[in-house]
């Protein structure tokens, strides 16, 4: 039997997300990106953040695709910069490069890949900066990519959204909510633009649904101080599928490493089972 099949109700689908904080510097890692792809389940894996353009991200990808893995990216137009892409066990039947805005059109920051009846998309929202011009160019990222989100749950295509979102939608979400406040990631107007594609639940944060009122699980530490050993972080790596395909969601982890010098990121992949 194929990894994936036409529908999600034939075979249960596994799916993670993670920002690799540079491809290069991850897969030379010895417990990096590499050994991790040899031993996980997920049959698809969206990456951002790779920081590479496609020539090298093919050869820090190497060894996992000549082990079967495919992949389709987006390289960023700024050197070094931004990047998302989607591995997957079989290939994809099509994939498109951002959501039709010209601003964002090249920058790298989505890319979205059909397997069957499913969309599965890459996302690396804009981190901003509060009170300077990347905060500008976030809600305008936000903006335009809020209403491509509308038309896509309206499309009635089972359909999830995954990667670095950039956002701590609820006190849950981030540790030093208190001292955060101020803080791009989790402004008022940022939490409110979630609460929005929320509202009318077409859009669902699976991981939150299975894991309610629970802090965090957290996906970001800052590689400063000791957020990591204290479990100072963020949640901000989320997948948020259309309702239909979230009601299928069985299980969603966080594959926190066991120890700091075992990281390969200052994100961990977020995992989640659809059935």
């Known amino acids: 039997m194929s990894w994936l099949c036409t529908s999600l109700l034939d075979v249960s689908t596994i799916i993670t997300t993670v920002n690799v904080n540079g491809i290069r510097a991850a897969a030379k890692k010895e417990h990096g990106i590499l050994a991790w792809l040899a031993s ?25 695709l000549e082990a079967g893995w495919h992949l389709v990216s987006a390289e960023p137009e700024v050197k070094g910069r931004n990047g998302v892409a989607i591995l997957s066990r ?7 490069i951002g959501f039709g805005d010209p601003e964002f059109e090249g920058s790298g920051r989505y890319l979205e890949a059909d397997f069957g009846d499913l969309t599965v998309g890459s996302l690396y929202l804009p981190s901003g900066e509060t009170g300077t011009p990347k905060q500008e160019e976030k809600e305008r990222f936000m903006a335009t990519f809020g209403e491509y989100l509308g038309k896509a749950a309206a499309g009635g295509r089972d ?73 100072a ?26 120890s700091y010098d075992l990281r390969w990121s200052d994100h961990a992949p977020v995992t989640v089972e659809y059935q």
């Open 40 to 64: 996980t389940a997920s049959q698809i894996v969206c990456l951002q953040e790779v920081r590479a353009d496609d020539k090298q991200l093919h050869a820090s990808l190497a060894p996992a």
């Open 233 to 258: 972080g963020w949640r901000i790596d989320y997948q948020l599928a259309t309702a239909d395909l979230a009601e299928r969601a069985v299980s969603s982890v966080v594959e926190r490493a066991v």
């Open 159 to 231: 359909t999830v959204v995954v990667g670095d979102w950039n956002i701590a939608h609820t006190e849950l979400d981030i540790k030093n909510w208190k001292g955060n406040k101020k803080s791009s990631g989790f402004l008022p107007n940022e939490r409110a633009w979630l609460d929005e594609l929320f509202a009318d639940g077409r859009w669902v944060d699976v991981p939150r649904k299975l894991h309610p009122e629970v802090e965090g699980p957290y996906s970001w530490w800052s590689y400063r101080g000791q957020a990591f050993d204290n479990d």
């Open 90 to 96: 079989t290939p994809a039947d099509a994939h498109r």
